[in-house]
């Protein structure tokens, strides 16, 4: 048993990619601690993840559809898990470090405030004279500091491996908010990976959820490329698509984006001969992406979800009944911040009140905040 974690570290020496990240090569923690004997430093932060209070709150944030629309649609926590999922696929092929990848992948979305991605732009409005609001940014501040877990500090201490993928999730933004965290380097192999699982779930899963509602019909689907070369691959022709079908295209759709991955991201990182993780991270570009050809056939369904999904009527009738719903719970605790729950409050003294109200209403799920907003406005509802 002691030495269950040298040997799980000399597992990845011999079976992973010169260029992956190896979790006995790992840079530590910002706050030492004496790695656990039957487990990686990885997959330590895998498991620190999983069982944080902000990992078991995505259960009930928004993924498209609110919490109350229906039991099938995605959530934020299975999201999360197809991520994870996919990631783990990508990393095994590519010889990447798969627990790294889980990692990144299971805390990449943990910042999402209430309301998906509608809560995010009007936390983002509210905050606009106060540094803004973003999700990737958020998740970062849950892992470093607002997870309350340990006697002796706050966040997961997690390594500084998972919390650069974590702040490199989304390379156009801003990095200089994370200190510890270099700016002269690009995302690592296990971080890309990550990324790339992250856009390929969403597109393939909300098009299922989009079909499986009605906000999406077949008829719709017949101008996509993208759409007929998967029909014709499982040679699916009907006018009518049942629950088996809909399961069958899906399918086929993430294994066909998997396997252009692959196949590109090869093709890059031999063209690159990659000798360590940070030839990868010193590249210009990205080596784990999809061929242009399939990045086109990927835009042209963005832009169709975009346009039949995202903005249809009940989807923006859950938008904006959303934004309201935050507007009213950001304005109300900026006015009166004793509102805010004792651990919330006492952070008042250390930290903009601006900055706590959106932690606060940022760690809510769907149905968590509209109890606030029942408690706070409806005359009946008991404080």
């Not at 998972?162 to 995302?187: M, Q, V, W």
């Not at 006018?239 to 196949?263: K, P």
């Not at 399939?294 to 859950?318: E, G, P």
Request: net charge negative; charged share 30%.
């Amino acid at each position: 048993m002691h030495s269950l974690r040298l040997k799980l570290e000399d597992n990845e020496q011999s079976s992973l990619a010169k260029y992956a990240l190896f979790s006995r090569h790992s840079r530590g923690r910002l706050r030492h601690e004496s790695e656990p004997r039957y487990r990686t430093a990885f997959q330590r932060d895998r498991d620190r993840i999983v069982h944080s209070a902000a990992f078991r709150l995505l259960e009930y944030k928004t993924q498209v559809f609110v919490n109350d629309a229906g039991d099938y649609y995605r959530t934020r926590l299975t999201h999360t898990l197809e991520v994870a999922q996919i990631g783990r696929t990508l990393a095994r092929a590519l010889g990447a470090n798969e627990d790294l990848v889980e990692a990144i992948c299971l805390a990449h979305d943990l910042g999402h405030p209430p309301f998906g991605h509608a809560g995010e732009d009007v936390l983002n409005e509210l905050m606009g004279d106060h540094g803004g609001f973003n999700h990737n940014h958020q998740s970062y501040r849950v892992v470093t500091k607002l997870e309350h877990r340990y006697p002796k500090w706050n966040g997961l201490n997690l390594t500084f491996e998972t919390l650069e993928g974590i702040a490199k999730h989304e390379t156009a933004y801003d990095r200089s908010a994370f200190r510890e965290i270099s700016e002269e380097t690009g995302p690592g192999l296990e971080a890309q990976i990550a990324n790339v699982a992250d856009e390929l779930a969403y597109n393939a899963h909300d098009l299922d959820d989009g079909l499986q509602s009605g906000l999406i019909h077949v008829a719709q689907m017949q101008n996509l490329e993208i759409w007929r070369r998967v029909a014709e691959r499982i040679k699916w022709t009907g006018a009518y698509l049942d629950d088996v079908s809909r399961h069958n295209i899906i399918r086929e759709l993430v294994g066909q984006l998997v396997d252009d991955v692959l196949h590109e991201s090869a093709r890059r990182i031999e063209a690159l001969a990659p000798e360590d993780s940070l030839d990868i991270q010193r590249h210009p570009e990205a080596v784990v992406r999809h061929s242009d050809e399939q990045q086109s056939l990927n835009a042209a369904l963005k832009d169709f979800l975009y346009q039949n999904m995202y903005r249809h009527f009940r989807i923006v009738r859950m938008q904006t009944r959303a934004e309201r719903f935050i507007r009213a719970l950001f304005a109300s605790y900026i006015g009166e911040p004793r509102q805010l729950p004792d651990s919330y409050r006492a952070k008042l003294d250390d930290e903009p009140t601006h900055r706590v109200v959106v932690d606060y209403i940022a760690s809510l799920t769907d149905r968590s905040a509209l109890r606030e907003f029942q408690q706070l406005f409806d005359p009946i509802s008991k404080p």
